[in-house]
């Protein structure tokens, strides 16, 4: 049984471009969560997805957006990307049906975006 | 800030000696999660408390939830050289999706 899969694992971008980072949850799981992690701090939640909607946004800009597909794999896209967006891009999928959120989330192994 | 804040912020034992992490939030939860993060990648859930729940354990894991203090410790007995990593909490607010990581607890045991 796959876990949750990510998708690249590194990457540089130059400042202004756009990336979008890839997410594919554990299977049976319904529920995408994006985190932003800088070096040396905890992740910071920037938003989730259910049924192909974003359910709760953190403290994010607009240049951050997401999308979920039929298959609940789950996108991140990043616009107009500024020298303080380098970090580590962690997903986490999870059940989420019926609004259940006493389970537990598992999480892939990152992407590390570095803007340069 | 952060809902939960881990305390100590480093701590260094030896390999055999107790681990206790310390967490503290700021508002009603759903729930209280821990985990692990090795070389800063992905995160290992180790545990997860609900809001009614006052103890819990899983191997050489105990977590405690004390609502009135919202506080939590982890503990971690007979420690490894392998359970070296950073140690997070993290908090689903009541009536929310949204999970809130502290900064975390970096735990370093030497063999």
């Known amino acids: ?116 | 800030s952060q809902q939960g804040e881990e305390d100590p912020q480093a701590l260094s034992i030896q390999e055999g000696e107790n681990a206790t992490m310390n967490c503290s939030y700021k508002t009603s939860i759903n729930n209280l999660q821990w985990y692990r993060q090795n070389s800063g990648r992905g995160l290992v859930h180790l545990i997860l408390i609900r809001s009614n729940e006052r103890e819990k354990h899983s191997g050489r894991l105990r977590v405690t939830l004390d609502t009135s203090k919202k506080s939590s410790s982890l503990l971690i007995t007979a420690s490894r050289a392998a359970d070296t990593a950073s140690y997070f909490c993290a908090t689903v607010m009541a009536g929310g999706f949204k999970t809130i990581f502290g900064a975390g607890t970096r735990l370093f045991v030497k063999a």
């Open chain 1, 1 to 116: 049984d796959a876990g949750v899969t990510q998708s690249p694992t590194h990457l540089i971008k130059t400042r202004g471009q756009q990336v979008t980072l890839r997410c594919s949850p554990k299977s049976g799981h319904d529920t995408v969560s994006w985190y932003q992690q800088a070096l040396g701090q905890g992740p910071q939640f920037i938003f989730q997805y259910y049924e192909e909607e974003e359910r709760q946004r953190g403290n994010f800009p607009d240049r951050f957006s997401g999308h979920q597909f039929p298959n609940y794999s789950s996108e991140l896209n990043v616009n107009a990307l500024l020298l303080g967006d380098s970090a580590l891009y962690l997903c986490a999928s999870s059940l989420g049906r019926g609004g259940l959120m006493n389970t537990e989330a598992f999480f892939g192994q990152g992407t590390r975006l570095t803007v340069v």
